[in-house]
């Protein structure tokens, strides 16, 4: 096969073409080294703090989508075909500032600045798909933004205000978007990139089948879909990923289709891409949704690297394993399906041979009589991981439990379901006193571990409470759903 040595896309205003560019070479290391774009910063360096966010435009459903992420954490070579936009790109008409930035000045919105760019960067993308947000879909969309100098309100109250300078559709890039768009189409020649130095190679396959083929050739290749936990690899650990197999512009693992039966979600959506049919869905996700990471993360972060990854943390297997998911595997051109409860085998090894990727999940649709909950709990509400994350789906027929599964991530070295928990609720009627003994049950379901995220007896409390504030959020006689974590 030929194949293309260099990445394209466009930065800015401007057709950038990189050659030899290796697996691990980070987005934000090459504007501020080697471009001298420095009004991104690196605050964390693990896609936490927000301080170096940009928009990156991609084609996708036939138009042109604008993203914000997190350029400390993203590749350089996953930006192929891409549109780079930094802070210094913006401007206001005749050469003014830009109307979110004369907003952030007039309402005082920022202090040290230190974290200015990466907020400026969040409204923008925010005020062009929503000019007239509110202050809680203005909080969504700065998640993934930390101010030290504890600053929000002037910055939201600026992102209320921003319309009130200038509308998105007389913005630069709404009246460039026909000329970008045929830019970047230009760029999409179908083809297998393969750059970078031997021993540290990005490979960005043609579409699955070559991605497939890749692999067999490079069973030891580190796959990268969102980057959102290998790019910590490279900022914290300092670990090789090279070869690297860069997925995230493989179309064919972006689809989301909705059956009468299930949802199937292909490998490569974003938990951004998956959010509005995930939730119309399985209303019980949205909250529990909106607490996964921040925005940036939710545009980077795939539901089938969160699953491959194999974290016991993580934040999606507990509620897929809870409603009954099954994940296909793919090596080659065989396929092959299993229960995703069955995929985590021990702290670190999945049932994943050499070779083979998750290519999608399969999710069924809520079935009549199921009563379901998500529960995440973290030290901070926000952008935070998981000490205890928790999936409840429990089947009642005439006033008795016929089914059950209660699935757990941060009691175990793997996220798995409680089954001797499941079996003190199975036959009982539904009750206060089933939901007693399936907590004390658990004890014997867990033995968690002690970490700086909590200790042990605080994970054995907050997951027997959780199971207590299911009953009590869908018992008749309950009252307002009641949070039991002290208890």
Same mark, same amino acid.
């Given at each position: 096969m030929t194949y293309r040595t260099e990445i394209r896309f466009l930065l800015n205003g401007a057709d950038v073409t990189v050659t030899d560019v290796p697996a691990d070479k980070t987005l934000l290391d090459y504007l501020r080294l080697e471009r001298r774009l420095t009004g991104s910063k690196e605050g964390c360096a693990e896609g936490?703090?927000?301080?170096?966010?940009?928009?990156?435009?991609?084609?996708?459903?036939? +138009?042109?989508?604008?993203?914000?992420?997190? #350029?400390?954490?993203? @590749?350089?070579? %996953?930006?192929? *075909?891409?549109?780079?936009?930094?802070?210094?790109?913006?401007?206001?008409?005749? +050469?003014?500032?830009?109307?979110?930035?004369? #907003?952030?000045?007039? @309402?005082?919105? %920022?202090?040290? *600045?230190?974290?200015?760019?990466?907020?400026?960067m969040s409204l923008y993308a925010l005020w062009m798909g929503n000019p007239e947000p509110t202050e809680t879909e203005i909080e969504s969309a700065i998640q993934g933004n930390l101010c030290r100098c504890t600053g929000y309100q002037p910055i939201i109250a600026a992102a209320m205000a921003a319309n009130r300078y200038g509308s998105p559709a007389q913005d630069f890039l709404e009246t460039e978007r026909v000329n970008i768009t045929e830019r970047l189409t230009a760029l999409s020649d179908g083809r297998r990139v393969v750059t970078g130095p031997e021993d540290n190679q990005a490979i960005l396959p043609a579409d699955v089948a070559d991605f497939a083929a890749v692999l067999e050739d490079f069973p030891q290749a580190t796959i990268v879909a969102g980057s959102t936990d290998v790019g910590l690899w490279v900022t914290k650990f300092m670990r090789p990923i090279g070869p690297a197999v860069f997925i995230s512009h493989l179309q064919e693992l972006k689809s989301v289709t909705l059956s009468d039966t299930a949802l199937e979600i292909g490998a490569g959506v974003t938990y951004s891409e998956a959010q509005e049919t995930i939730c119309e869905t399985f209303p019980h996700l949205k909250s529990y949704w909106d607490r996964i990471a921040g925005q940036q993360v939710r545009n980077m972060g795939t539901i089938g690297g969160n699953i491959a990854n194999g974290s016991p943390i993580g934040d999606t297997p507990p509620v897929l394993i809870a409603l009954g998911a099954q994940i296909v595997l793919r090596k080659g051109a065989k396929q092959r399906s299993l229960p995703l409860e069955q995929f985590f085998i021990e702290y670190g090894k999945q049932d994943r041979a050499p070779s083979e990727f998750v290519e999608s999940i399969l999710i069924p649709r809520p079935r009549t009589g199921q009563l379901h909950a998500a529960y995440k709990i973290s030290k901070r509400r926000d952008e935070d991981i998981?000490?205890?994350?928790?999936?409840?789906?429990?089947?009642?027929?005439?006033?008795?439990?016929?089914?059950?599964?209660?699935?757990?991530?941060?009691?175990?070295?793997?996220?798995?379901?409680?089954?001797?928990?499941?079996?003190?609720?199975?036959?009982?009627?539904?009750?206060?006193?089933?939901?007693?003994?399936?907590?004390?049950?658990?004890?014997?379901?867990?033995?968690?571990?002690?970490?700086?995220?909590?200790?042990?007896?605080?994970?054995?409390i907050a997951a027997r409470n959780l199971l207590q504030r299911f009953f009590l959020t869908h018992d008749d006689r309950s009252e307002a759903p009641v949070d039991l974590l002290s208890a």
């Open positions: 936490d703090c927000g301080a170096c966010t940009v928009l990156v435009g991609r084609l996708a459903g036939g +138009g042109l989508k604008y993203e914000t992420v997190n #350029a400390c954490i993203r @590749f350089l070579a %996953s930006l192929d *075909g891409c549109h780079v936009v930094t802070i210094e790109h913006l401007r206001g008409q005749n +050469g003014g500032l830009h109307p979110i930035q004369q #907003a952030m000045v007039d @309402f005082h919105g %920022s202090q040290c *600045g230190f974290c200015t760019p990466g907020f400026v998981s000490s205890v994350a928790a999936g409840f789906n429990v089947t009642v027929s005439e006033g008795r439990i016929t089914d059950c599964r209660l699935a757990f991530g941060g009691m175990a070295g793997t996220p798995k379901r409680a089954a001797k928990a499941e079996a003190a609720l199975r036959g009982q009627p539904w009750g206060e006193a089933a939901f007693l003994a399936a907590g004390q049950a658990l004890q014997a379901d867990f033995t968690p571990l002690s970490d700086w995220r909590a200790s042990a007896e605080y994970r054995a």
